[in-house]
């Protein structure tokens, strides 16, 4: 769904908000993403009567959508999928992998669902990357409009194959937390997830930001850690990750760390001006 203006409510009737991708996926790629949300979502997931999550703008081919139905429903086993694609080829490619909860759909940022249901969960994963960054706060305000009252929309930006990825997980009321998670054995410093930073953050990762401030604590944490790596990369991201505590508003704990990820709440790093 790349764009150089802004998505306007204005297009005709009918007509998917957006542009198209260029696509890339690969399978597991979004695995980290996906295991974050059962593990923080899936409570609320479980509570719905008949909760929807959409996989929006999932690309060239519908490996996303079918992993994230199997790994939701290990929490939530109610959970339908609906995968929502701009490009009718791409919708038309994943119809032959429809199955019991798992279906496709043409559209965008208007997320169309039947009968208008209101999603329990949107995950738009590298879909924002290509656009512009003044348009990422209308694009969020489209989403979040669109949820059920206890919804959740998650948006980041990963590598080709989800080694790194830091996402913002935001409420029908705006952004929420942003969390940062990797393979450990990969990392040389945490300041490497910078190149995956949603479009929100990615630009604003320089002195006088927020963001660069906690990059730049992270990586002298990790270095004051490094006696810890003798007990393996987990331990030191552990170790890390309570140095930054007391500076930082972490809103996860230990069994979240062991998984190589850290959350902070959005305030913390929400852009200057």
């Not at 879909?127 to 948006?155: F, I, M, T």
């Not at 963001?211 to 490094?226: I, Q």
Request: proline share 8%; with cysteine; charged share 25%.
């Amino acid at each position: 769904m790349a764009s150089r203006s802004t998505p306007s409510p204005s297009r005709a009737p009918g007509r998917p908000v957006g542009s198209v991708t260029r696509g890339t996926t690969n399978p597991n790629r979004l695995r980290r993403m996906d295991r974050w949300i059962a593990a923080t979502h899936g409570a609320v997931l479980r509570r719905a009567e008949a909760p929807v999550a959409v996989d929006l703008g999932y690309g060239a081919a519908p490996w996303t959508a079918v992993e994230l139905l199997a790994r939701l429903r290990e929490a939530a086993p109610r959970v339908r999928v609906v995968g929502i694609e701009i490009e009718p080829a791409r919708v038309a490619g994943a119809k032959p992998y429809e199955r019991d909860g798992l279906s496709f759909r043409h559209g965008g940022f208007e997320v169309p669902l039947e009968g208008g249901v209101r999603p329990t969960l949107i995950r738009a994963a590298n879909v924002l990357r290509q656009y512009d960054e003044e348009q990422v706060a209308a694009v969020w305000a489209r989403l979040c409009s669109r949820l059920a009252p206890d919804g959740l929309l998650v948006e980041g930006t990963c590598d080709e194959i989800g080694r790194r990825h830091v996402w913002v997980a935001l409420g029908p009321e705006g952004p929420r937390t942003v969390t940062f998670a990797t393979r450990l054995g990969s990392l040389e410093r945490p300041s490497d997830l910078a190149e995956r930073l949603p479009k929100a953050l990615i630009h604003r990762n320089v002195p006088g930001e927020p963001v660069h401030a906690f990059l730049r604590d992270f990586d002298r944490a990790w270095a004051a850690a490094a006696p810890y790596a003798s007990y393996g990369a987990r331990q030191r991201w552990i170790r890390t990750a309570r140095a930054l505590s007391g500076d930082w508003p972490l809103a996860d704990g230990p069994g979240r760390w062991r998984q190589g990820e850290l959350t902070l709440r959005w305030e913390a790093l929400r852009p200057v001006g």
